[in-house]
T-cell receptor, first 111, second 115 residues
């Protein structure tokens, strides 16, 4: 079963707009990670946020984590056409063998 | 080699045939993983290895086997392929940090079609 579930499943925006994707999970975590996947390629790690952190930034990316709501959000500011990809959250859960990935959000940035 | 390589890039296979997907990394990561990715289901863990010489079952291990004879290689074998194993297969590696769950590095994937 999927631990992380992304919302929305698909998102289409114009270049320059901000894109927000959400991830909800069910059990306690050690950390939560976001990955990007371009069409036909492998996943690429974007950012990791630990369970005792509430917000983290990396370039145009901002990730928040609310452990009380078991949710995270990924904000991409000033989006570019090159940001078009699928975005996955992955959770590191106590007692599990490896990261558990959600089903992803497909982001389309129109030029 | 830089990062993780997978071979073949794609393969069409008759049902019942045996197939080994190859994965090699040059980052000296102690942990390696195999995932399958199906439309709408995200990535599901097939098998993993936390260090050379050890392997473990993931979420969907049936019909697959792995070995980890050394640090760099982690082949995935389908003993007798079935159509439900049609998927895109990704190999990944990371520094094993116990429950620290470090960043994973992914290969480019193998697209497998079983007819």
């Amino acid at each position: 079963s999927q631990q992380g579930e992304e919302d929305p499943q698909a998102l289409s925006i114009q270049e320059g707009e901000n894109a927000t994707m959400n991830c909800s999970y069910k059990t306690s975590i050690n950390n939560l990670q976001w990955y990007r996947q371009n069409s036909g390629r492998g996943l690429v790690h974007l950012i990791l946020i630990r369970s005792n952190e509430r917000e983290k930034h990396s370039g145009r990316l901002r990730v928040t984590l609310d452990t009380s709501k078991k949710s995270s959000s990924l904000l991409i500011t000033a989006s570019r056409a090159a940001d078009t990809a699928s975005y996955f959250c992955a959770t590191g859960n106590t007692g599990r063998r490896a990261l558990t990935f959600g089903s992803g959000t497909r982001l389309q940035v129109q030029p | 080699i830089a990062g993780i390589t997978q071979a073949p890039t794609s393969q069409i296979l008759a049902a019942g045939r045996r197939m080994t997907l190859r994965c090699t990394q040059d980052m000296r990561h102690n942990a390696m993983y195999w995932y399958r990715q199906d439309l709408g289901l995200g990535l599901r863990l097939i098998h993993y290895s936390n260090t050379a010489g050890t392997t473990g079952k993931g979420e969907v291990p049936d019909g697959y086997s792995v070995s980890r004879a050394n640090t760099d290689d982690f082949p995935l074998t389908l003993a007798s392929a079935v159509p439900s194993q049609t998927s895109v297969y990704f190999c990944a590696s990371s520094e094993f940090g116990g429950e620290a769950y470090n960043e994973q590095f992914f290969g480019p994937g193998t697209r497998l079609t079983v007819l």
